[in-house]
C-alpha cells in the first residue's frame, strides 16, 4: 500500500520533512519513506517491481494523503481499558462478560488514533486476555501491554468499587509474592502503590503507602525477570522513594519537589508519566458518591501545573498518558494535549514526541514503533492540518489509523 501526498515531519520520520511525500507499507511494516510524492507513472512502476520480487501482488493500493501530516500512531502509557467508568463490581460475575466489555472498550482507542496501549490495572487481569486475544489476531485492537493486577500494600476498604483491579501484599516477602504471581500470570511489567490514590474517598495522594523495603522488593523481582516497575505515587515522598528504588516509570508524579527532578535527571532509565487529564473534571457528569472528587481532583491540578512543568523545564523525560478510558469527556476532547500545552507549557513537538517516540521508549519497543521509518510497524494516523504548529488538531480523531499496515479507520 502507498500512501501518496503526505505531509511528514522531520522528528517523526527519521529526519525526513516533506509537505508533499510519500509512505509505502507492506506485510505491516513501512518499507520506504520518500521525501516527494510519486507520480501515478512511479507508483505503479515501483508496484511493479515490488510485484516482481513477491510471489503474489496486484496493482498497489494508493492512497492520496491530500497533504495531510502522517504521524506514528499514538500510545496511551497509562490507561485502563476497563476505568471507573466501565467497570462494576457486578461484571465479576461474568467473567465473560467483563472480557467482552473490555475488549469493546479497548477497540475503541483505535478510532482515537491509539494503536498502543499500556493497561495499568484491571480486574481479573482480563487486560491480559484481551492483549492476547488482540495479538493472535481472534479480534482487531491496539497492541496492549499489561500490568495485570495492581500490586498494592493494604490501603483502600472492600466496598471499593474497583478493590479487585489489586492484588494486595504487605511486607517484602508478600510482595515478592504478589510480583512473581502477576508476571506468572503473564504481566508484561509491574504497576505498583506507592501513593495514596485521588480516586479513593480514603486515599491521601501526598501520603505514601509503601515502605522502602517493599518497594526495593518489587524492583528486584520484576528486574530478575527482565521487566520493570510503573509506581502510581503523587506525593513527592513517594516519587523519591520510586527514583532511589529503582522504579522506571512513576505515574501521575503530580507533587514532584526540585530536589527529585535533580535525583531523577541522574538516572539514565527512569520516566515521569503524568496523567493530567485525569484531574479534569466534568461537575455535571461526576456521579453523587463521586462529589469528593470535585475539590480534590482541582487542588491537585493547580500544584502540579507548577510542579510538573519544573519537571518539563528541567528535561525530565516525560511519556504521555490519560489515566482515563476511552468514552470519557478526556478522549472525546483531546484534554490531555490540551492541558499540556496550555496549562503545562509543552511545546507542540514535545507533547507529539511524549506520545509517540517517547512513549515507543517507555514500553521499550523503540525499535520498531514510535516513529515513521524504513523497517517500524506500520501504526500510522492521518490528522488534517498541522499540529506541530497547532496542537488542537490533535484534540479530535484522526482521518485516517492504521494498524500494523491496515486501515481500521
Ligand atoms: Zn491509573
Known amino acids: 500500500m502507498l500512501l501518496n501526498h503526505c505531509r511528514l515531519i522531520k522528528e517523526f520520520s527519521g529526519g525526513v520533512e516533506t509537505a508533499d511525500g510519500a509512505v509505502r507499507l507492506e506485510d505491516g511494516k513501512i518499507v520506504e519513506v520518500f521525501a516527494e510524492a510519486l507520480s ?56 465473560m462478560k467483563l472480557f467482552m466489555k473490555s475488549a469493546a472498550a479497548a477497540q475503541a482507542y483505535l478510532d482515537y488514533g491509539f494503536t498502543t496501549l499500556r493497561d495499568c490495572g484491571t480486574p481479573l487481569r482480563v487486560a491480559n486476555f484481551v492483549r492476547d486475544a488482540f495479538a493472535a489476531g481472534l479480534m482487531v485492537g491496539p497492541r496492549i501491554i499489561s500490568g495485570g493486577c495492581i500490586v498494592s500494600p493494604t490501603e483502600i476498604e472492600e466496598m471499593d468499587s474497583i478493590y479487585e483491579m489489586y492484588s494486595w501484599a504487605d511486607g517484602a516477602d508478600a510482595i515478592k509474592r504478589a510480583v512473581r504471581k502477576e508476571l506468572a500470570e503473564h504481566a ?99 456521579p453523587l458518591e463521586m462529589m469528593f472528587l470535585v475539590d480534590k481532583l482541582k487542588n491537585m491540578l493547580q500544584i502540579s501545573t507548577k510542579c510538573l512543568r519544573k519537571a518539563y523545564d528541567a528535561g525530565l523525560k516525560i511519556g504521555f498518558a490519560t489515566d482515563s478510558t476511552v468514552g470519557m469527556d478526556q478522549y472525546e476532547q483531546g484534554i490531555e494535549f490540551q492541558y499540556r500545552s496550555e496549562l503545562f507549557g509543552m511545546s507542540n513537538i514535545d507533547i507529539l514526541l511524549q506520545a509517540t517516540k517517547v512513549n515507543a521508549e517507555i514500553v521499550e519497543m523503540s525499535d520498531c514503533l514510535g516513529e515513521v521509518k524504513q523497517g517500524y510497524i506500520a501504526d500510522l494516523i492521518l490528522v488534517d492540518g498541522k499540529p506541530d504548529q497547532d496542537i488542537s488538531v490533535m484534540y479530535h480523531k484522526p482521518d485516517m489509523v492504521f494498524l500494523a499496515g491496515e486501515r481500521v479507520r
Open 40 to 95: 501515478e507513472a512511479d507508483s505503479s512502476a515501483m508496484a511493479d517491481s515490488s510485484a516482481a520480487s513477491e510471489t503474489v501482488t496486484g496493482s498497489e493500493a494508493v492512497i492520496d494523503c491530500q497533504g495531510k501530516t502522517l504521524l506514528p500512531g499514538l500510545m496511551d502509557t497509562h490507561t485502563h481499558i476497563i476505568g471507573i467508568t466501565g467497570y462494576s463490581s457486578e461484571l465479576l460475575k461474568s467473567p
Open 188 to 286: 508484561d511489567y509491574i504497576k505498583i502503590m506507592a501513593s495514596g490514590s485521588a480516586f479513593h474517598k480514603q486515599g491521601i495522594p501526598v501520603q505514601p503507602i509503601i515502605t522502602a523495603e517493599e518497594l526495593s522488593a518489587a524492583v528486584e523481582i520484576a528486574d530478575m525477570k527482565g521487566t520493570y516497575v510503573a509506581a502510581h505515587a503523587h506525593g513527592d515522598g513517594a516519587i523519591r522513594l520510586c527514583v532511589d528504588k529503582g522504579v522506571r516509570t512513576v505515574e501521575h508524579a503530580t507533587f514532584i519537589s526540585e530536589e527529585t527532578i535533580e535525583a531523577a535527571l541522574a538516572r539514565e532509565d527512569f520516566y515521569l508519566v503524568p496523567t493530567l487529564s485525569a484531574m479534569y473534571q466534568n461537575p455535571e457528569k461526576t
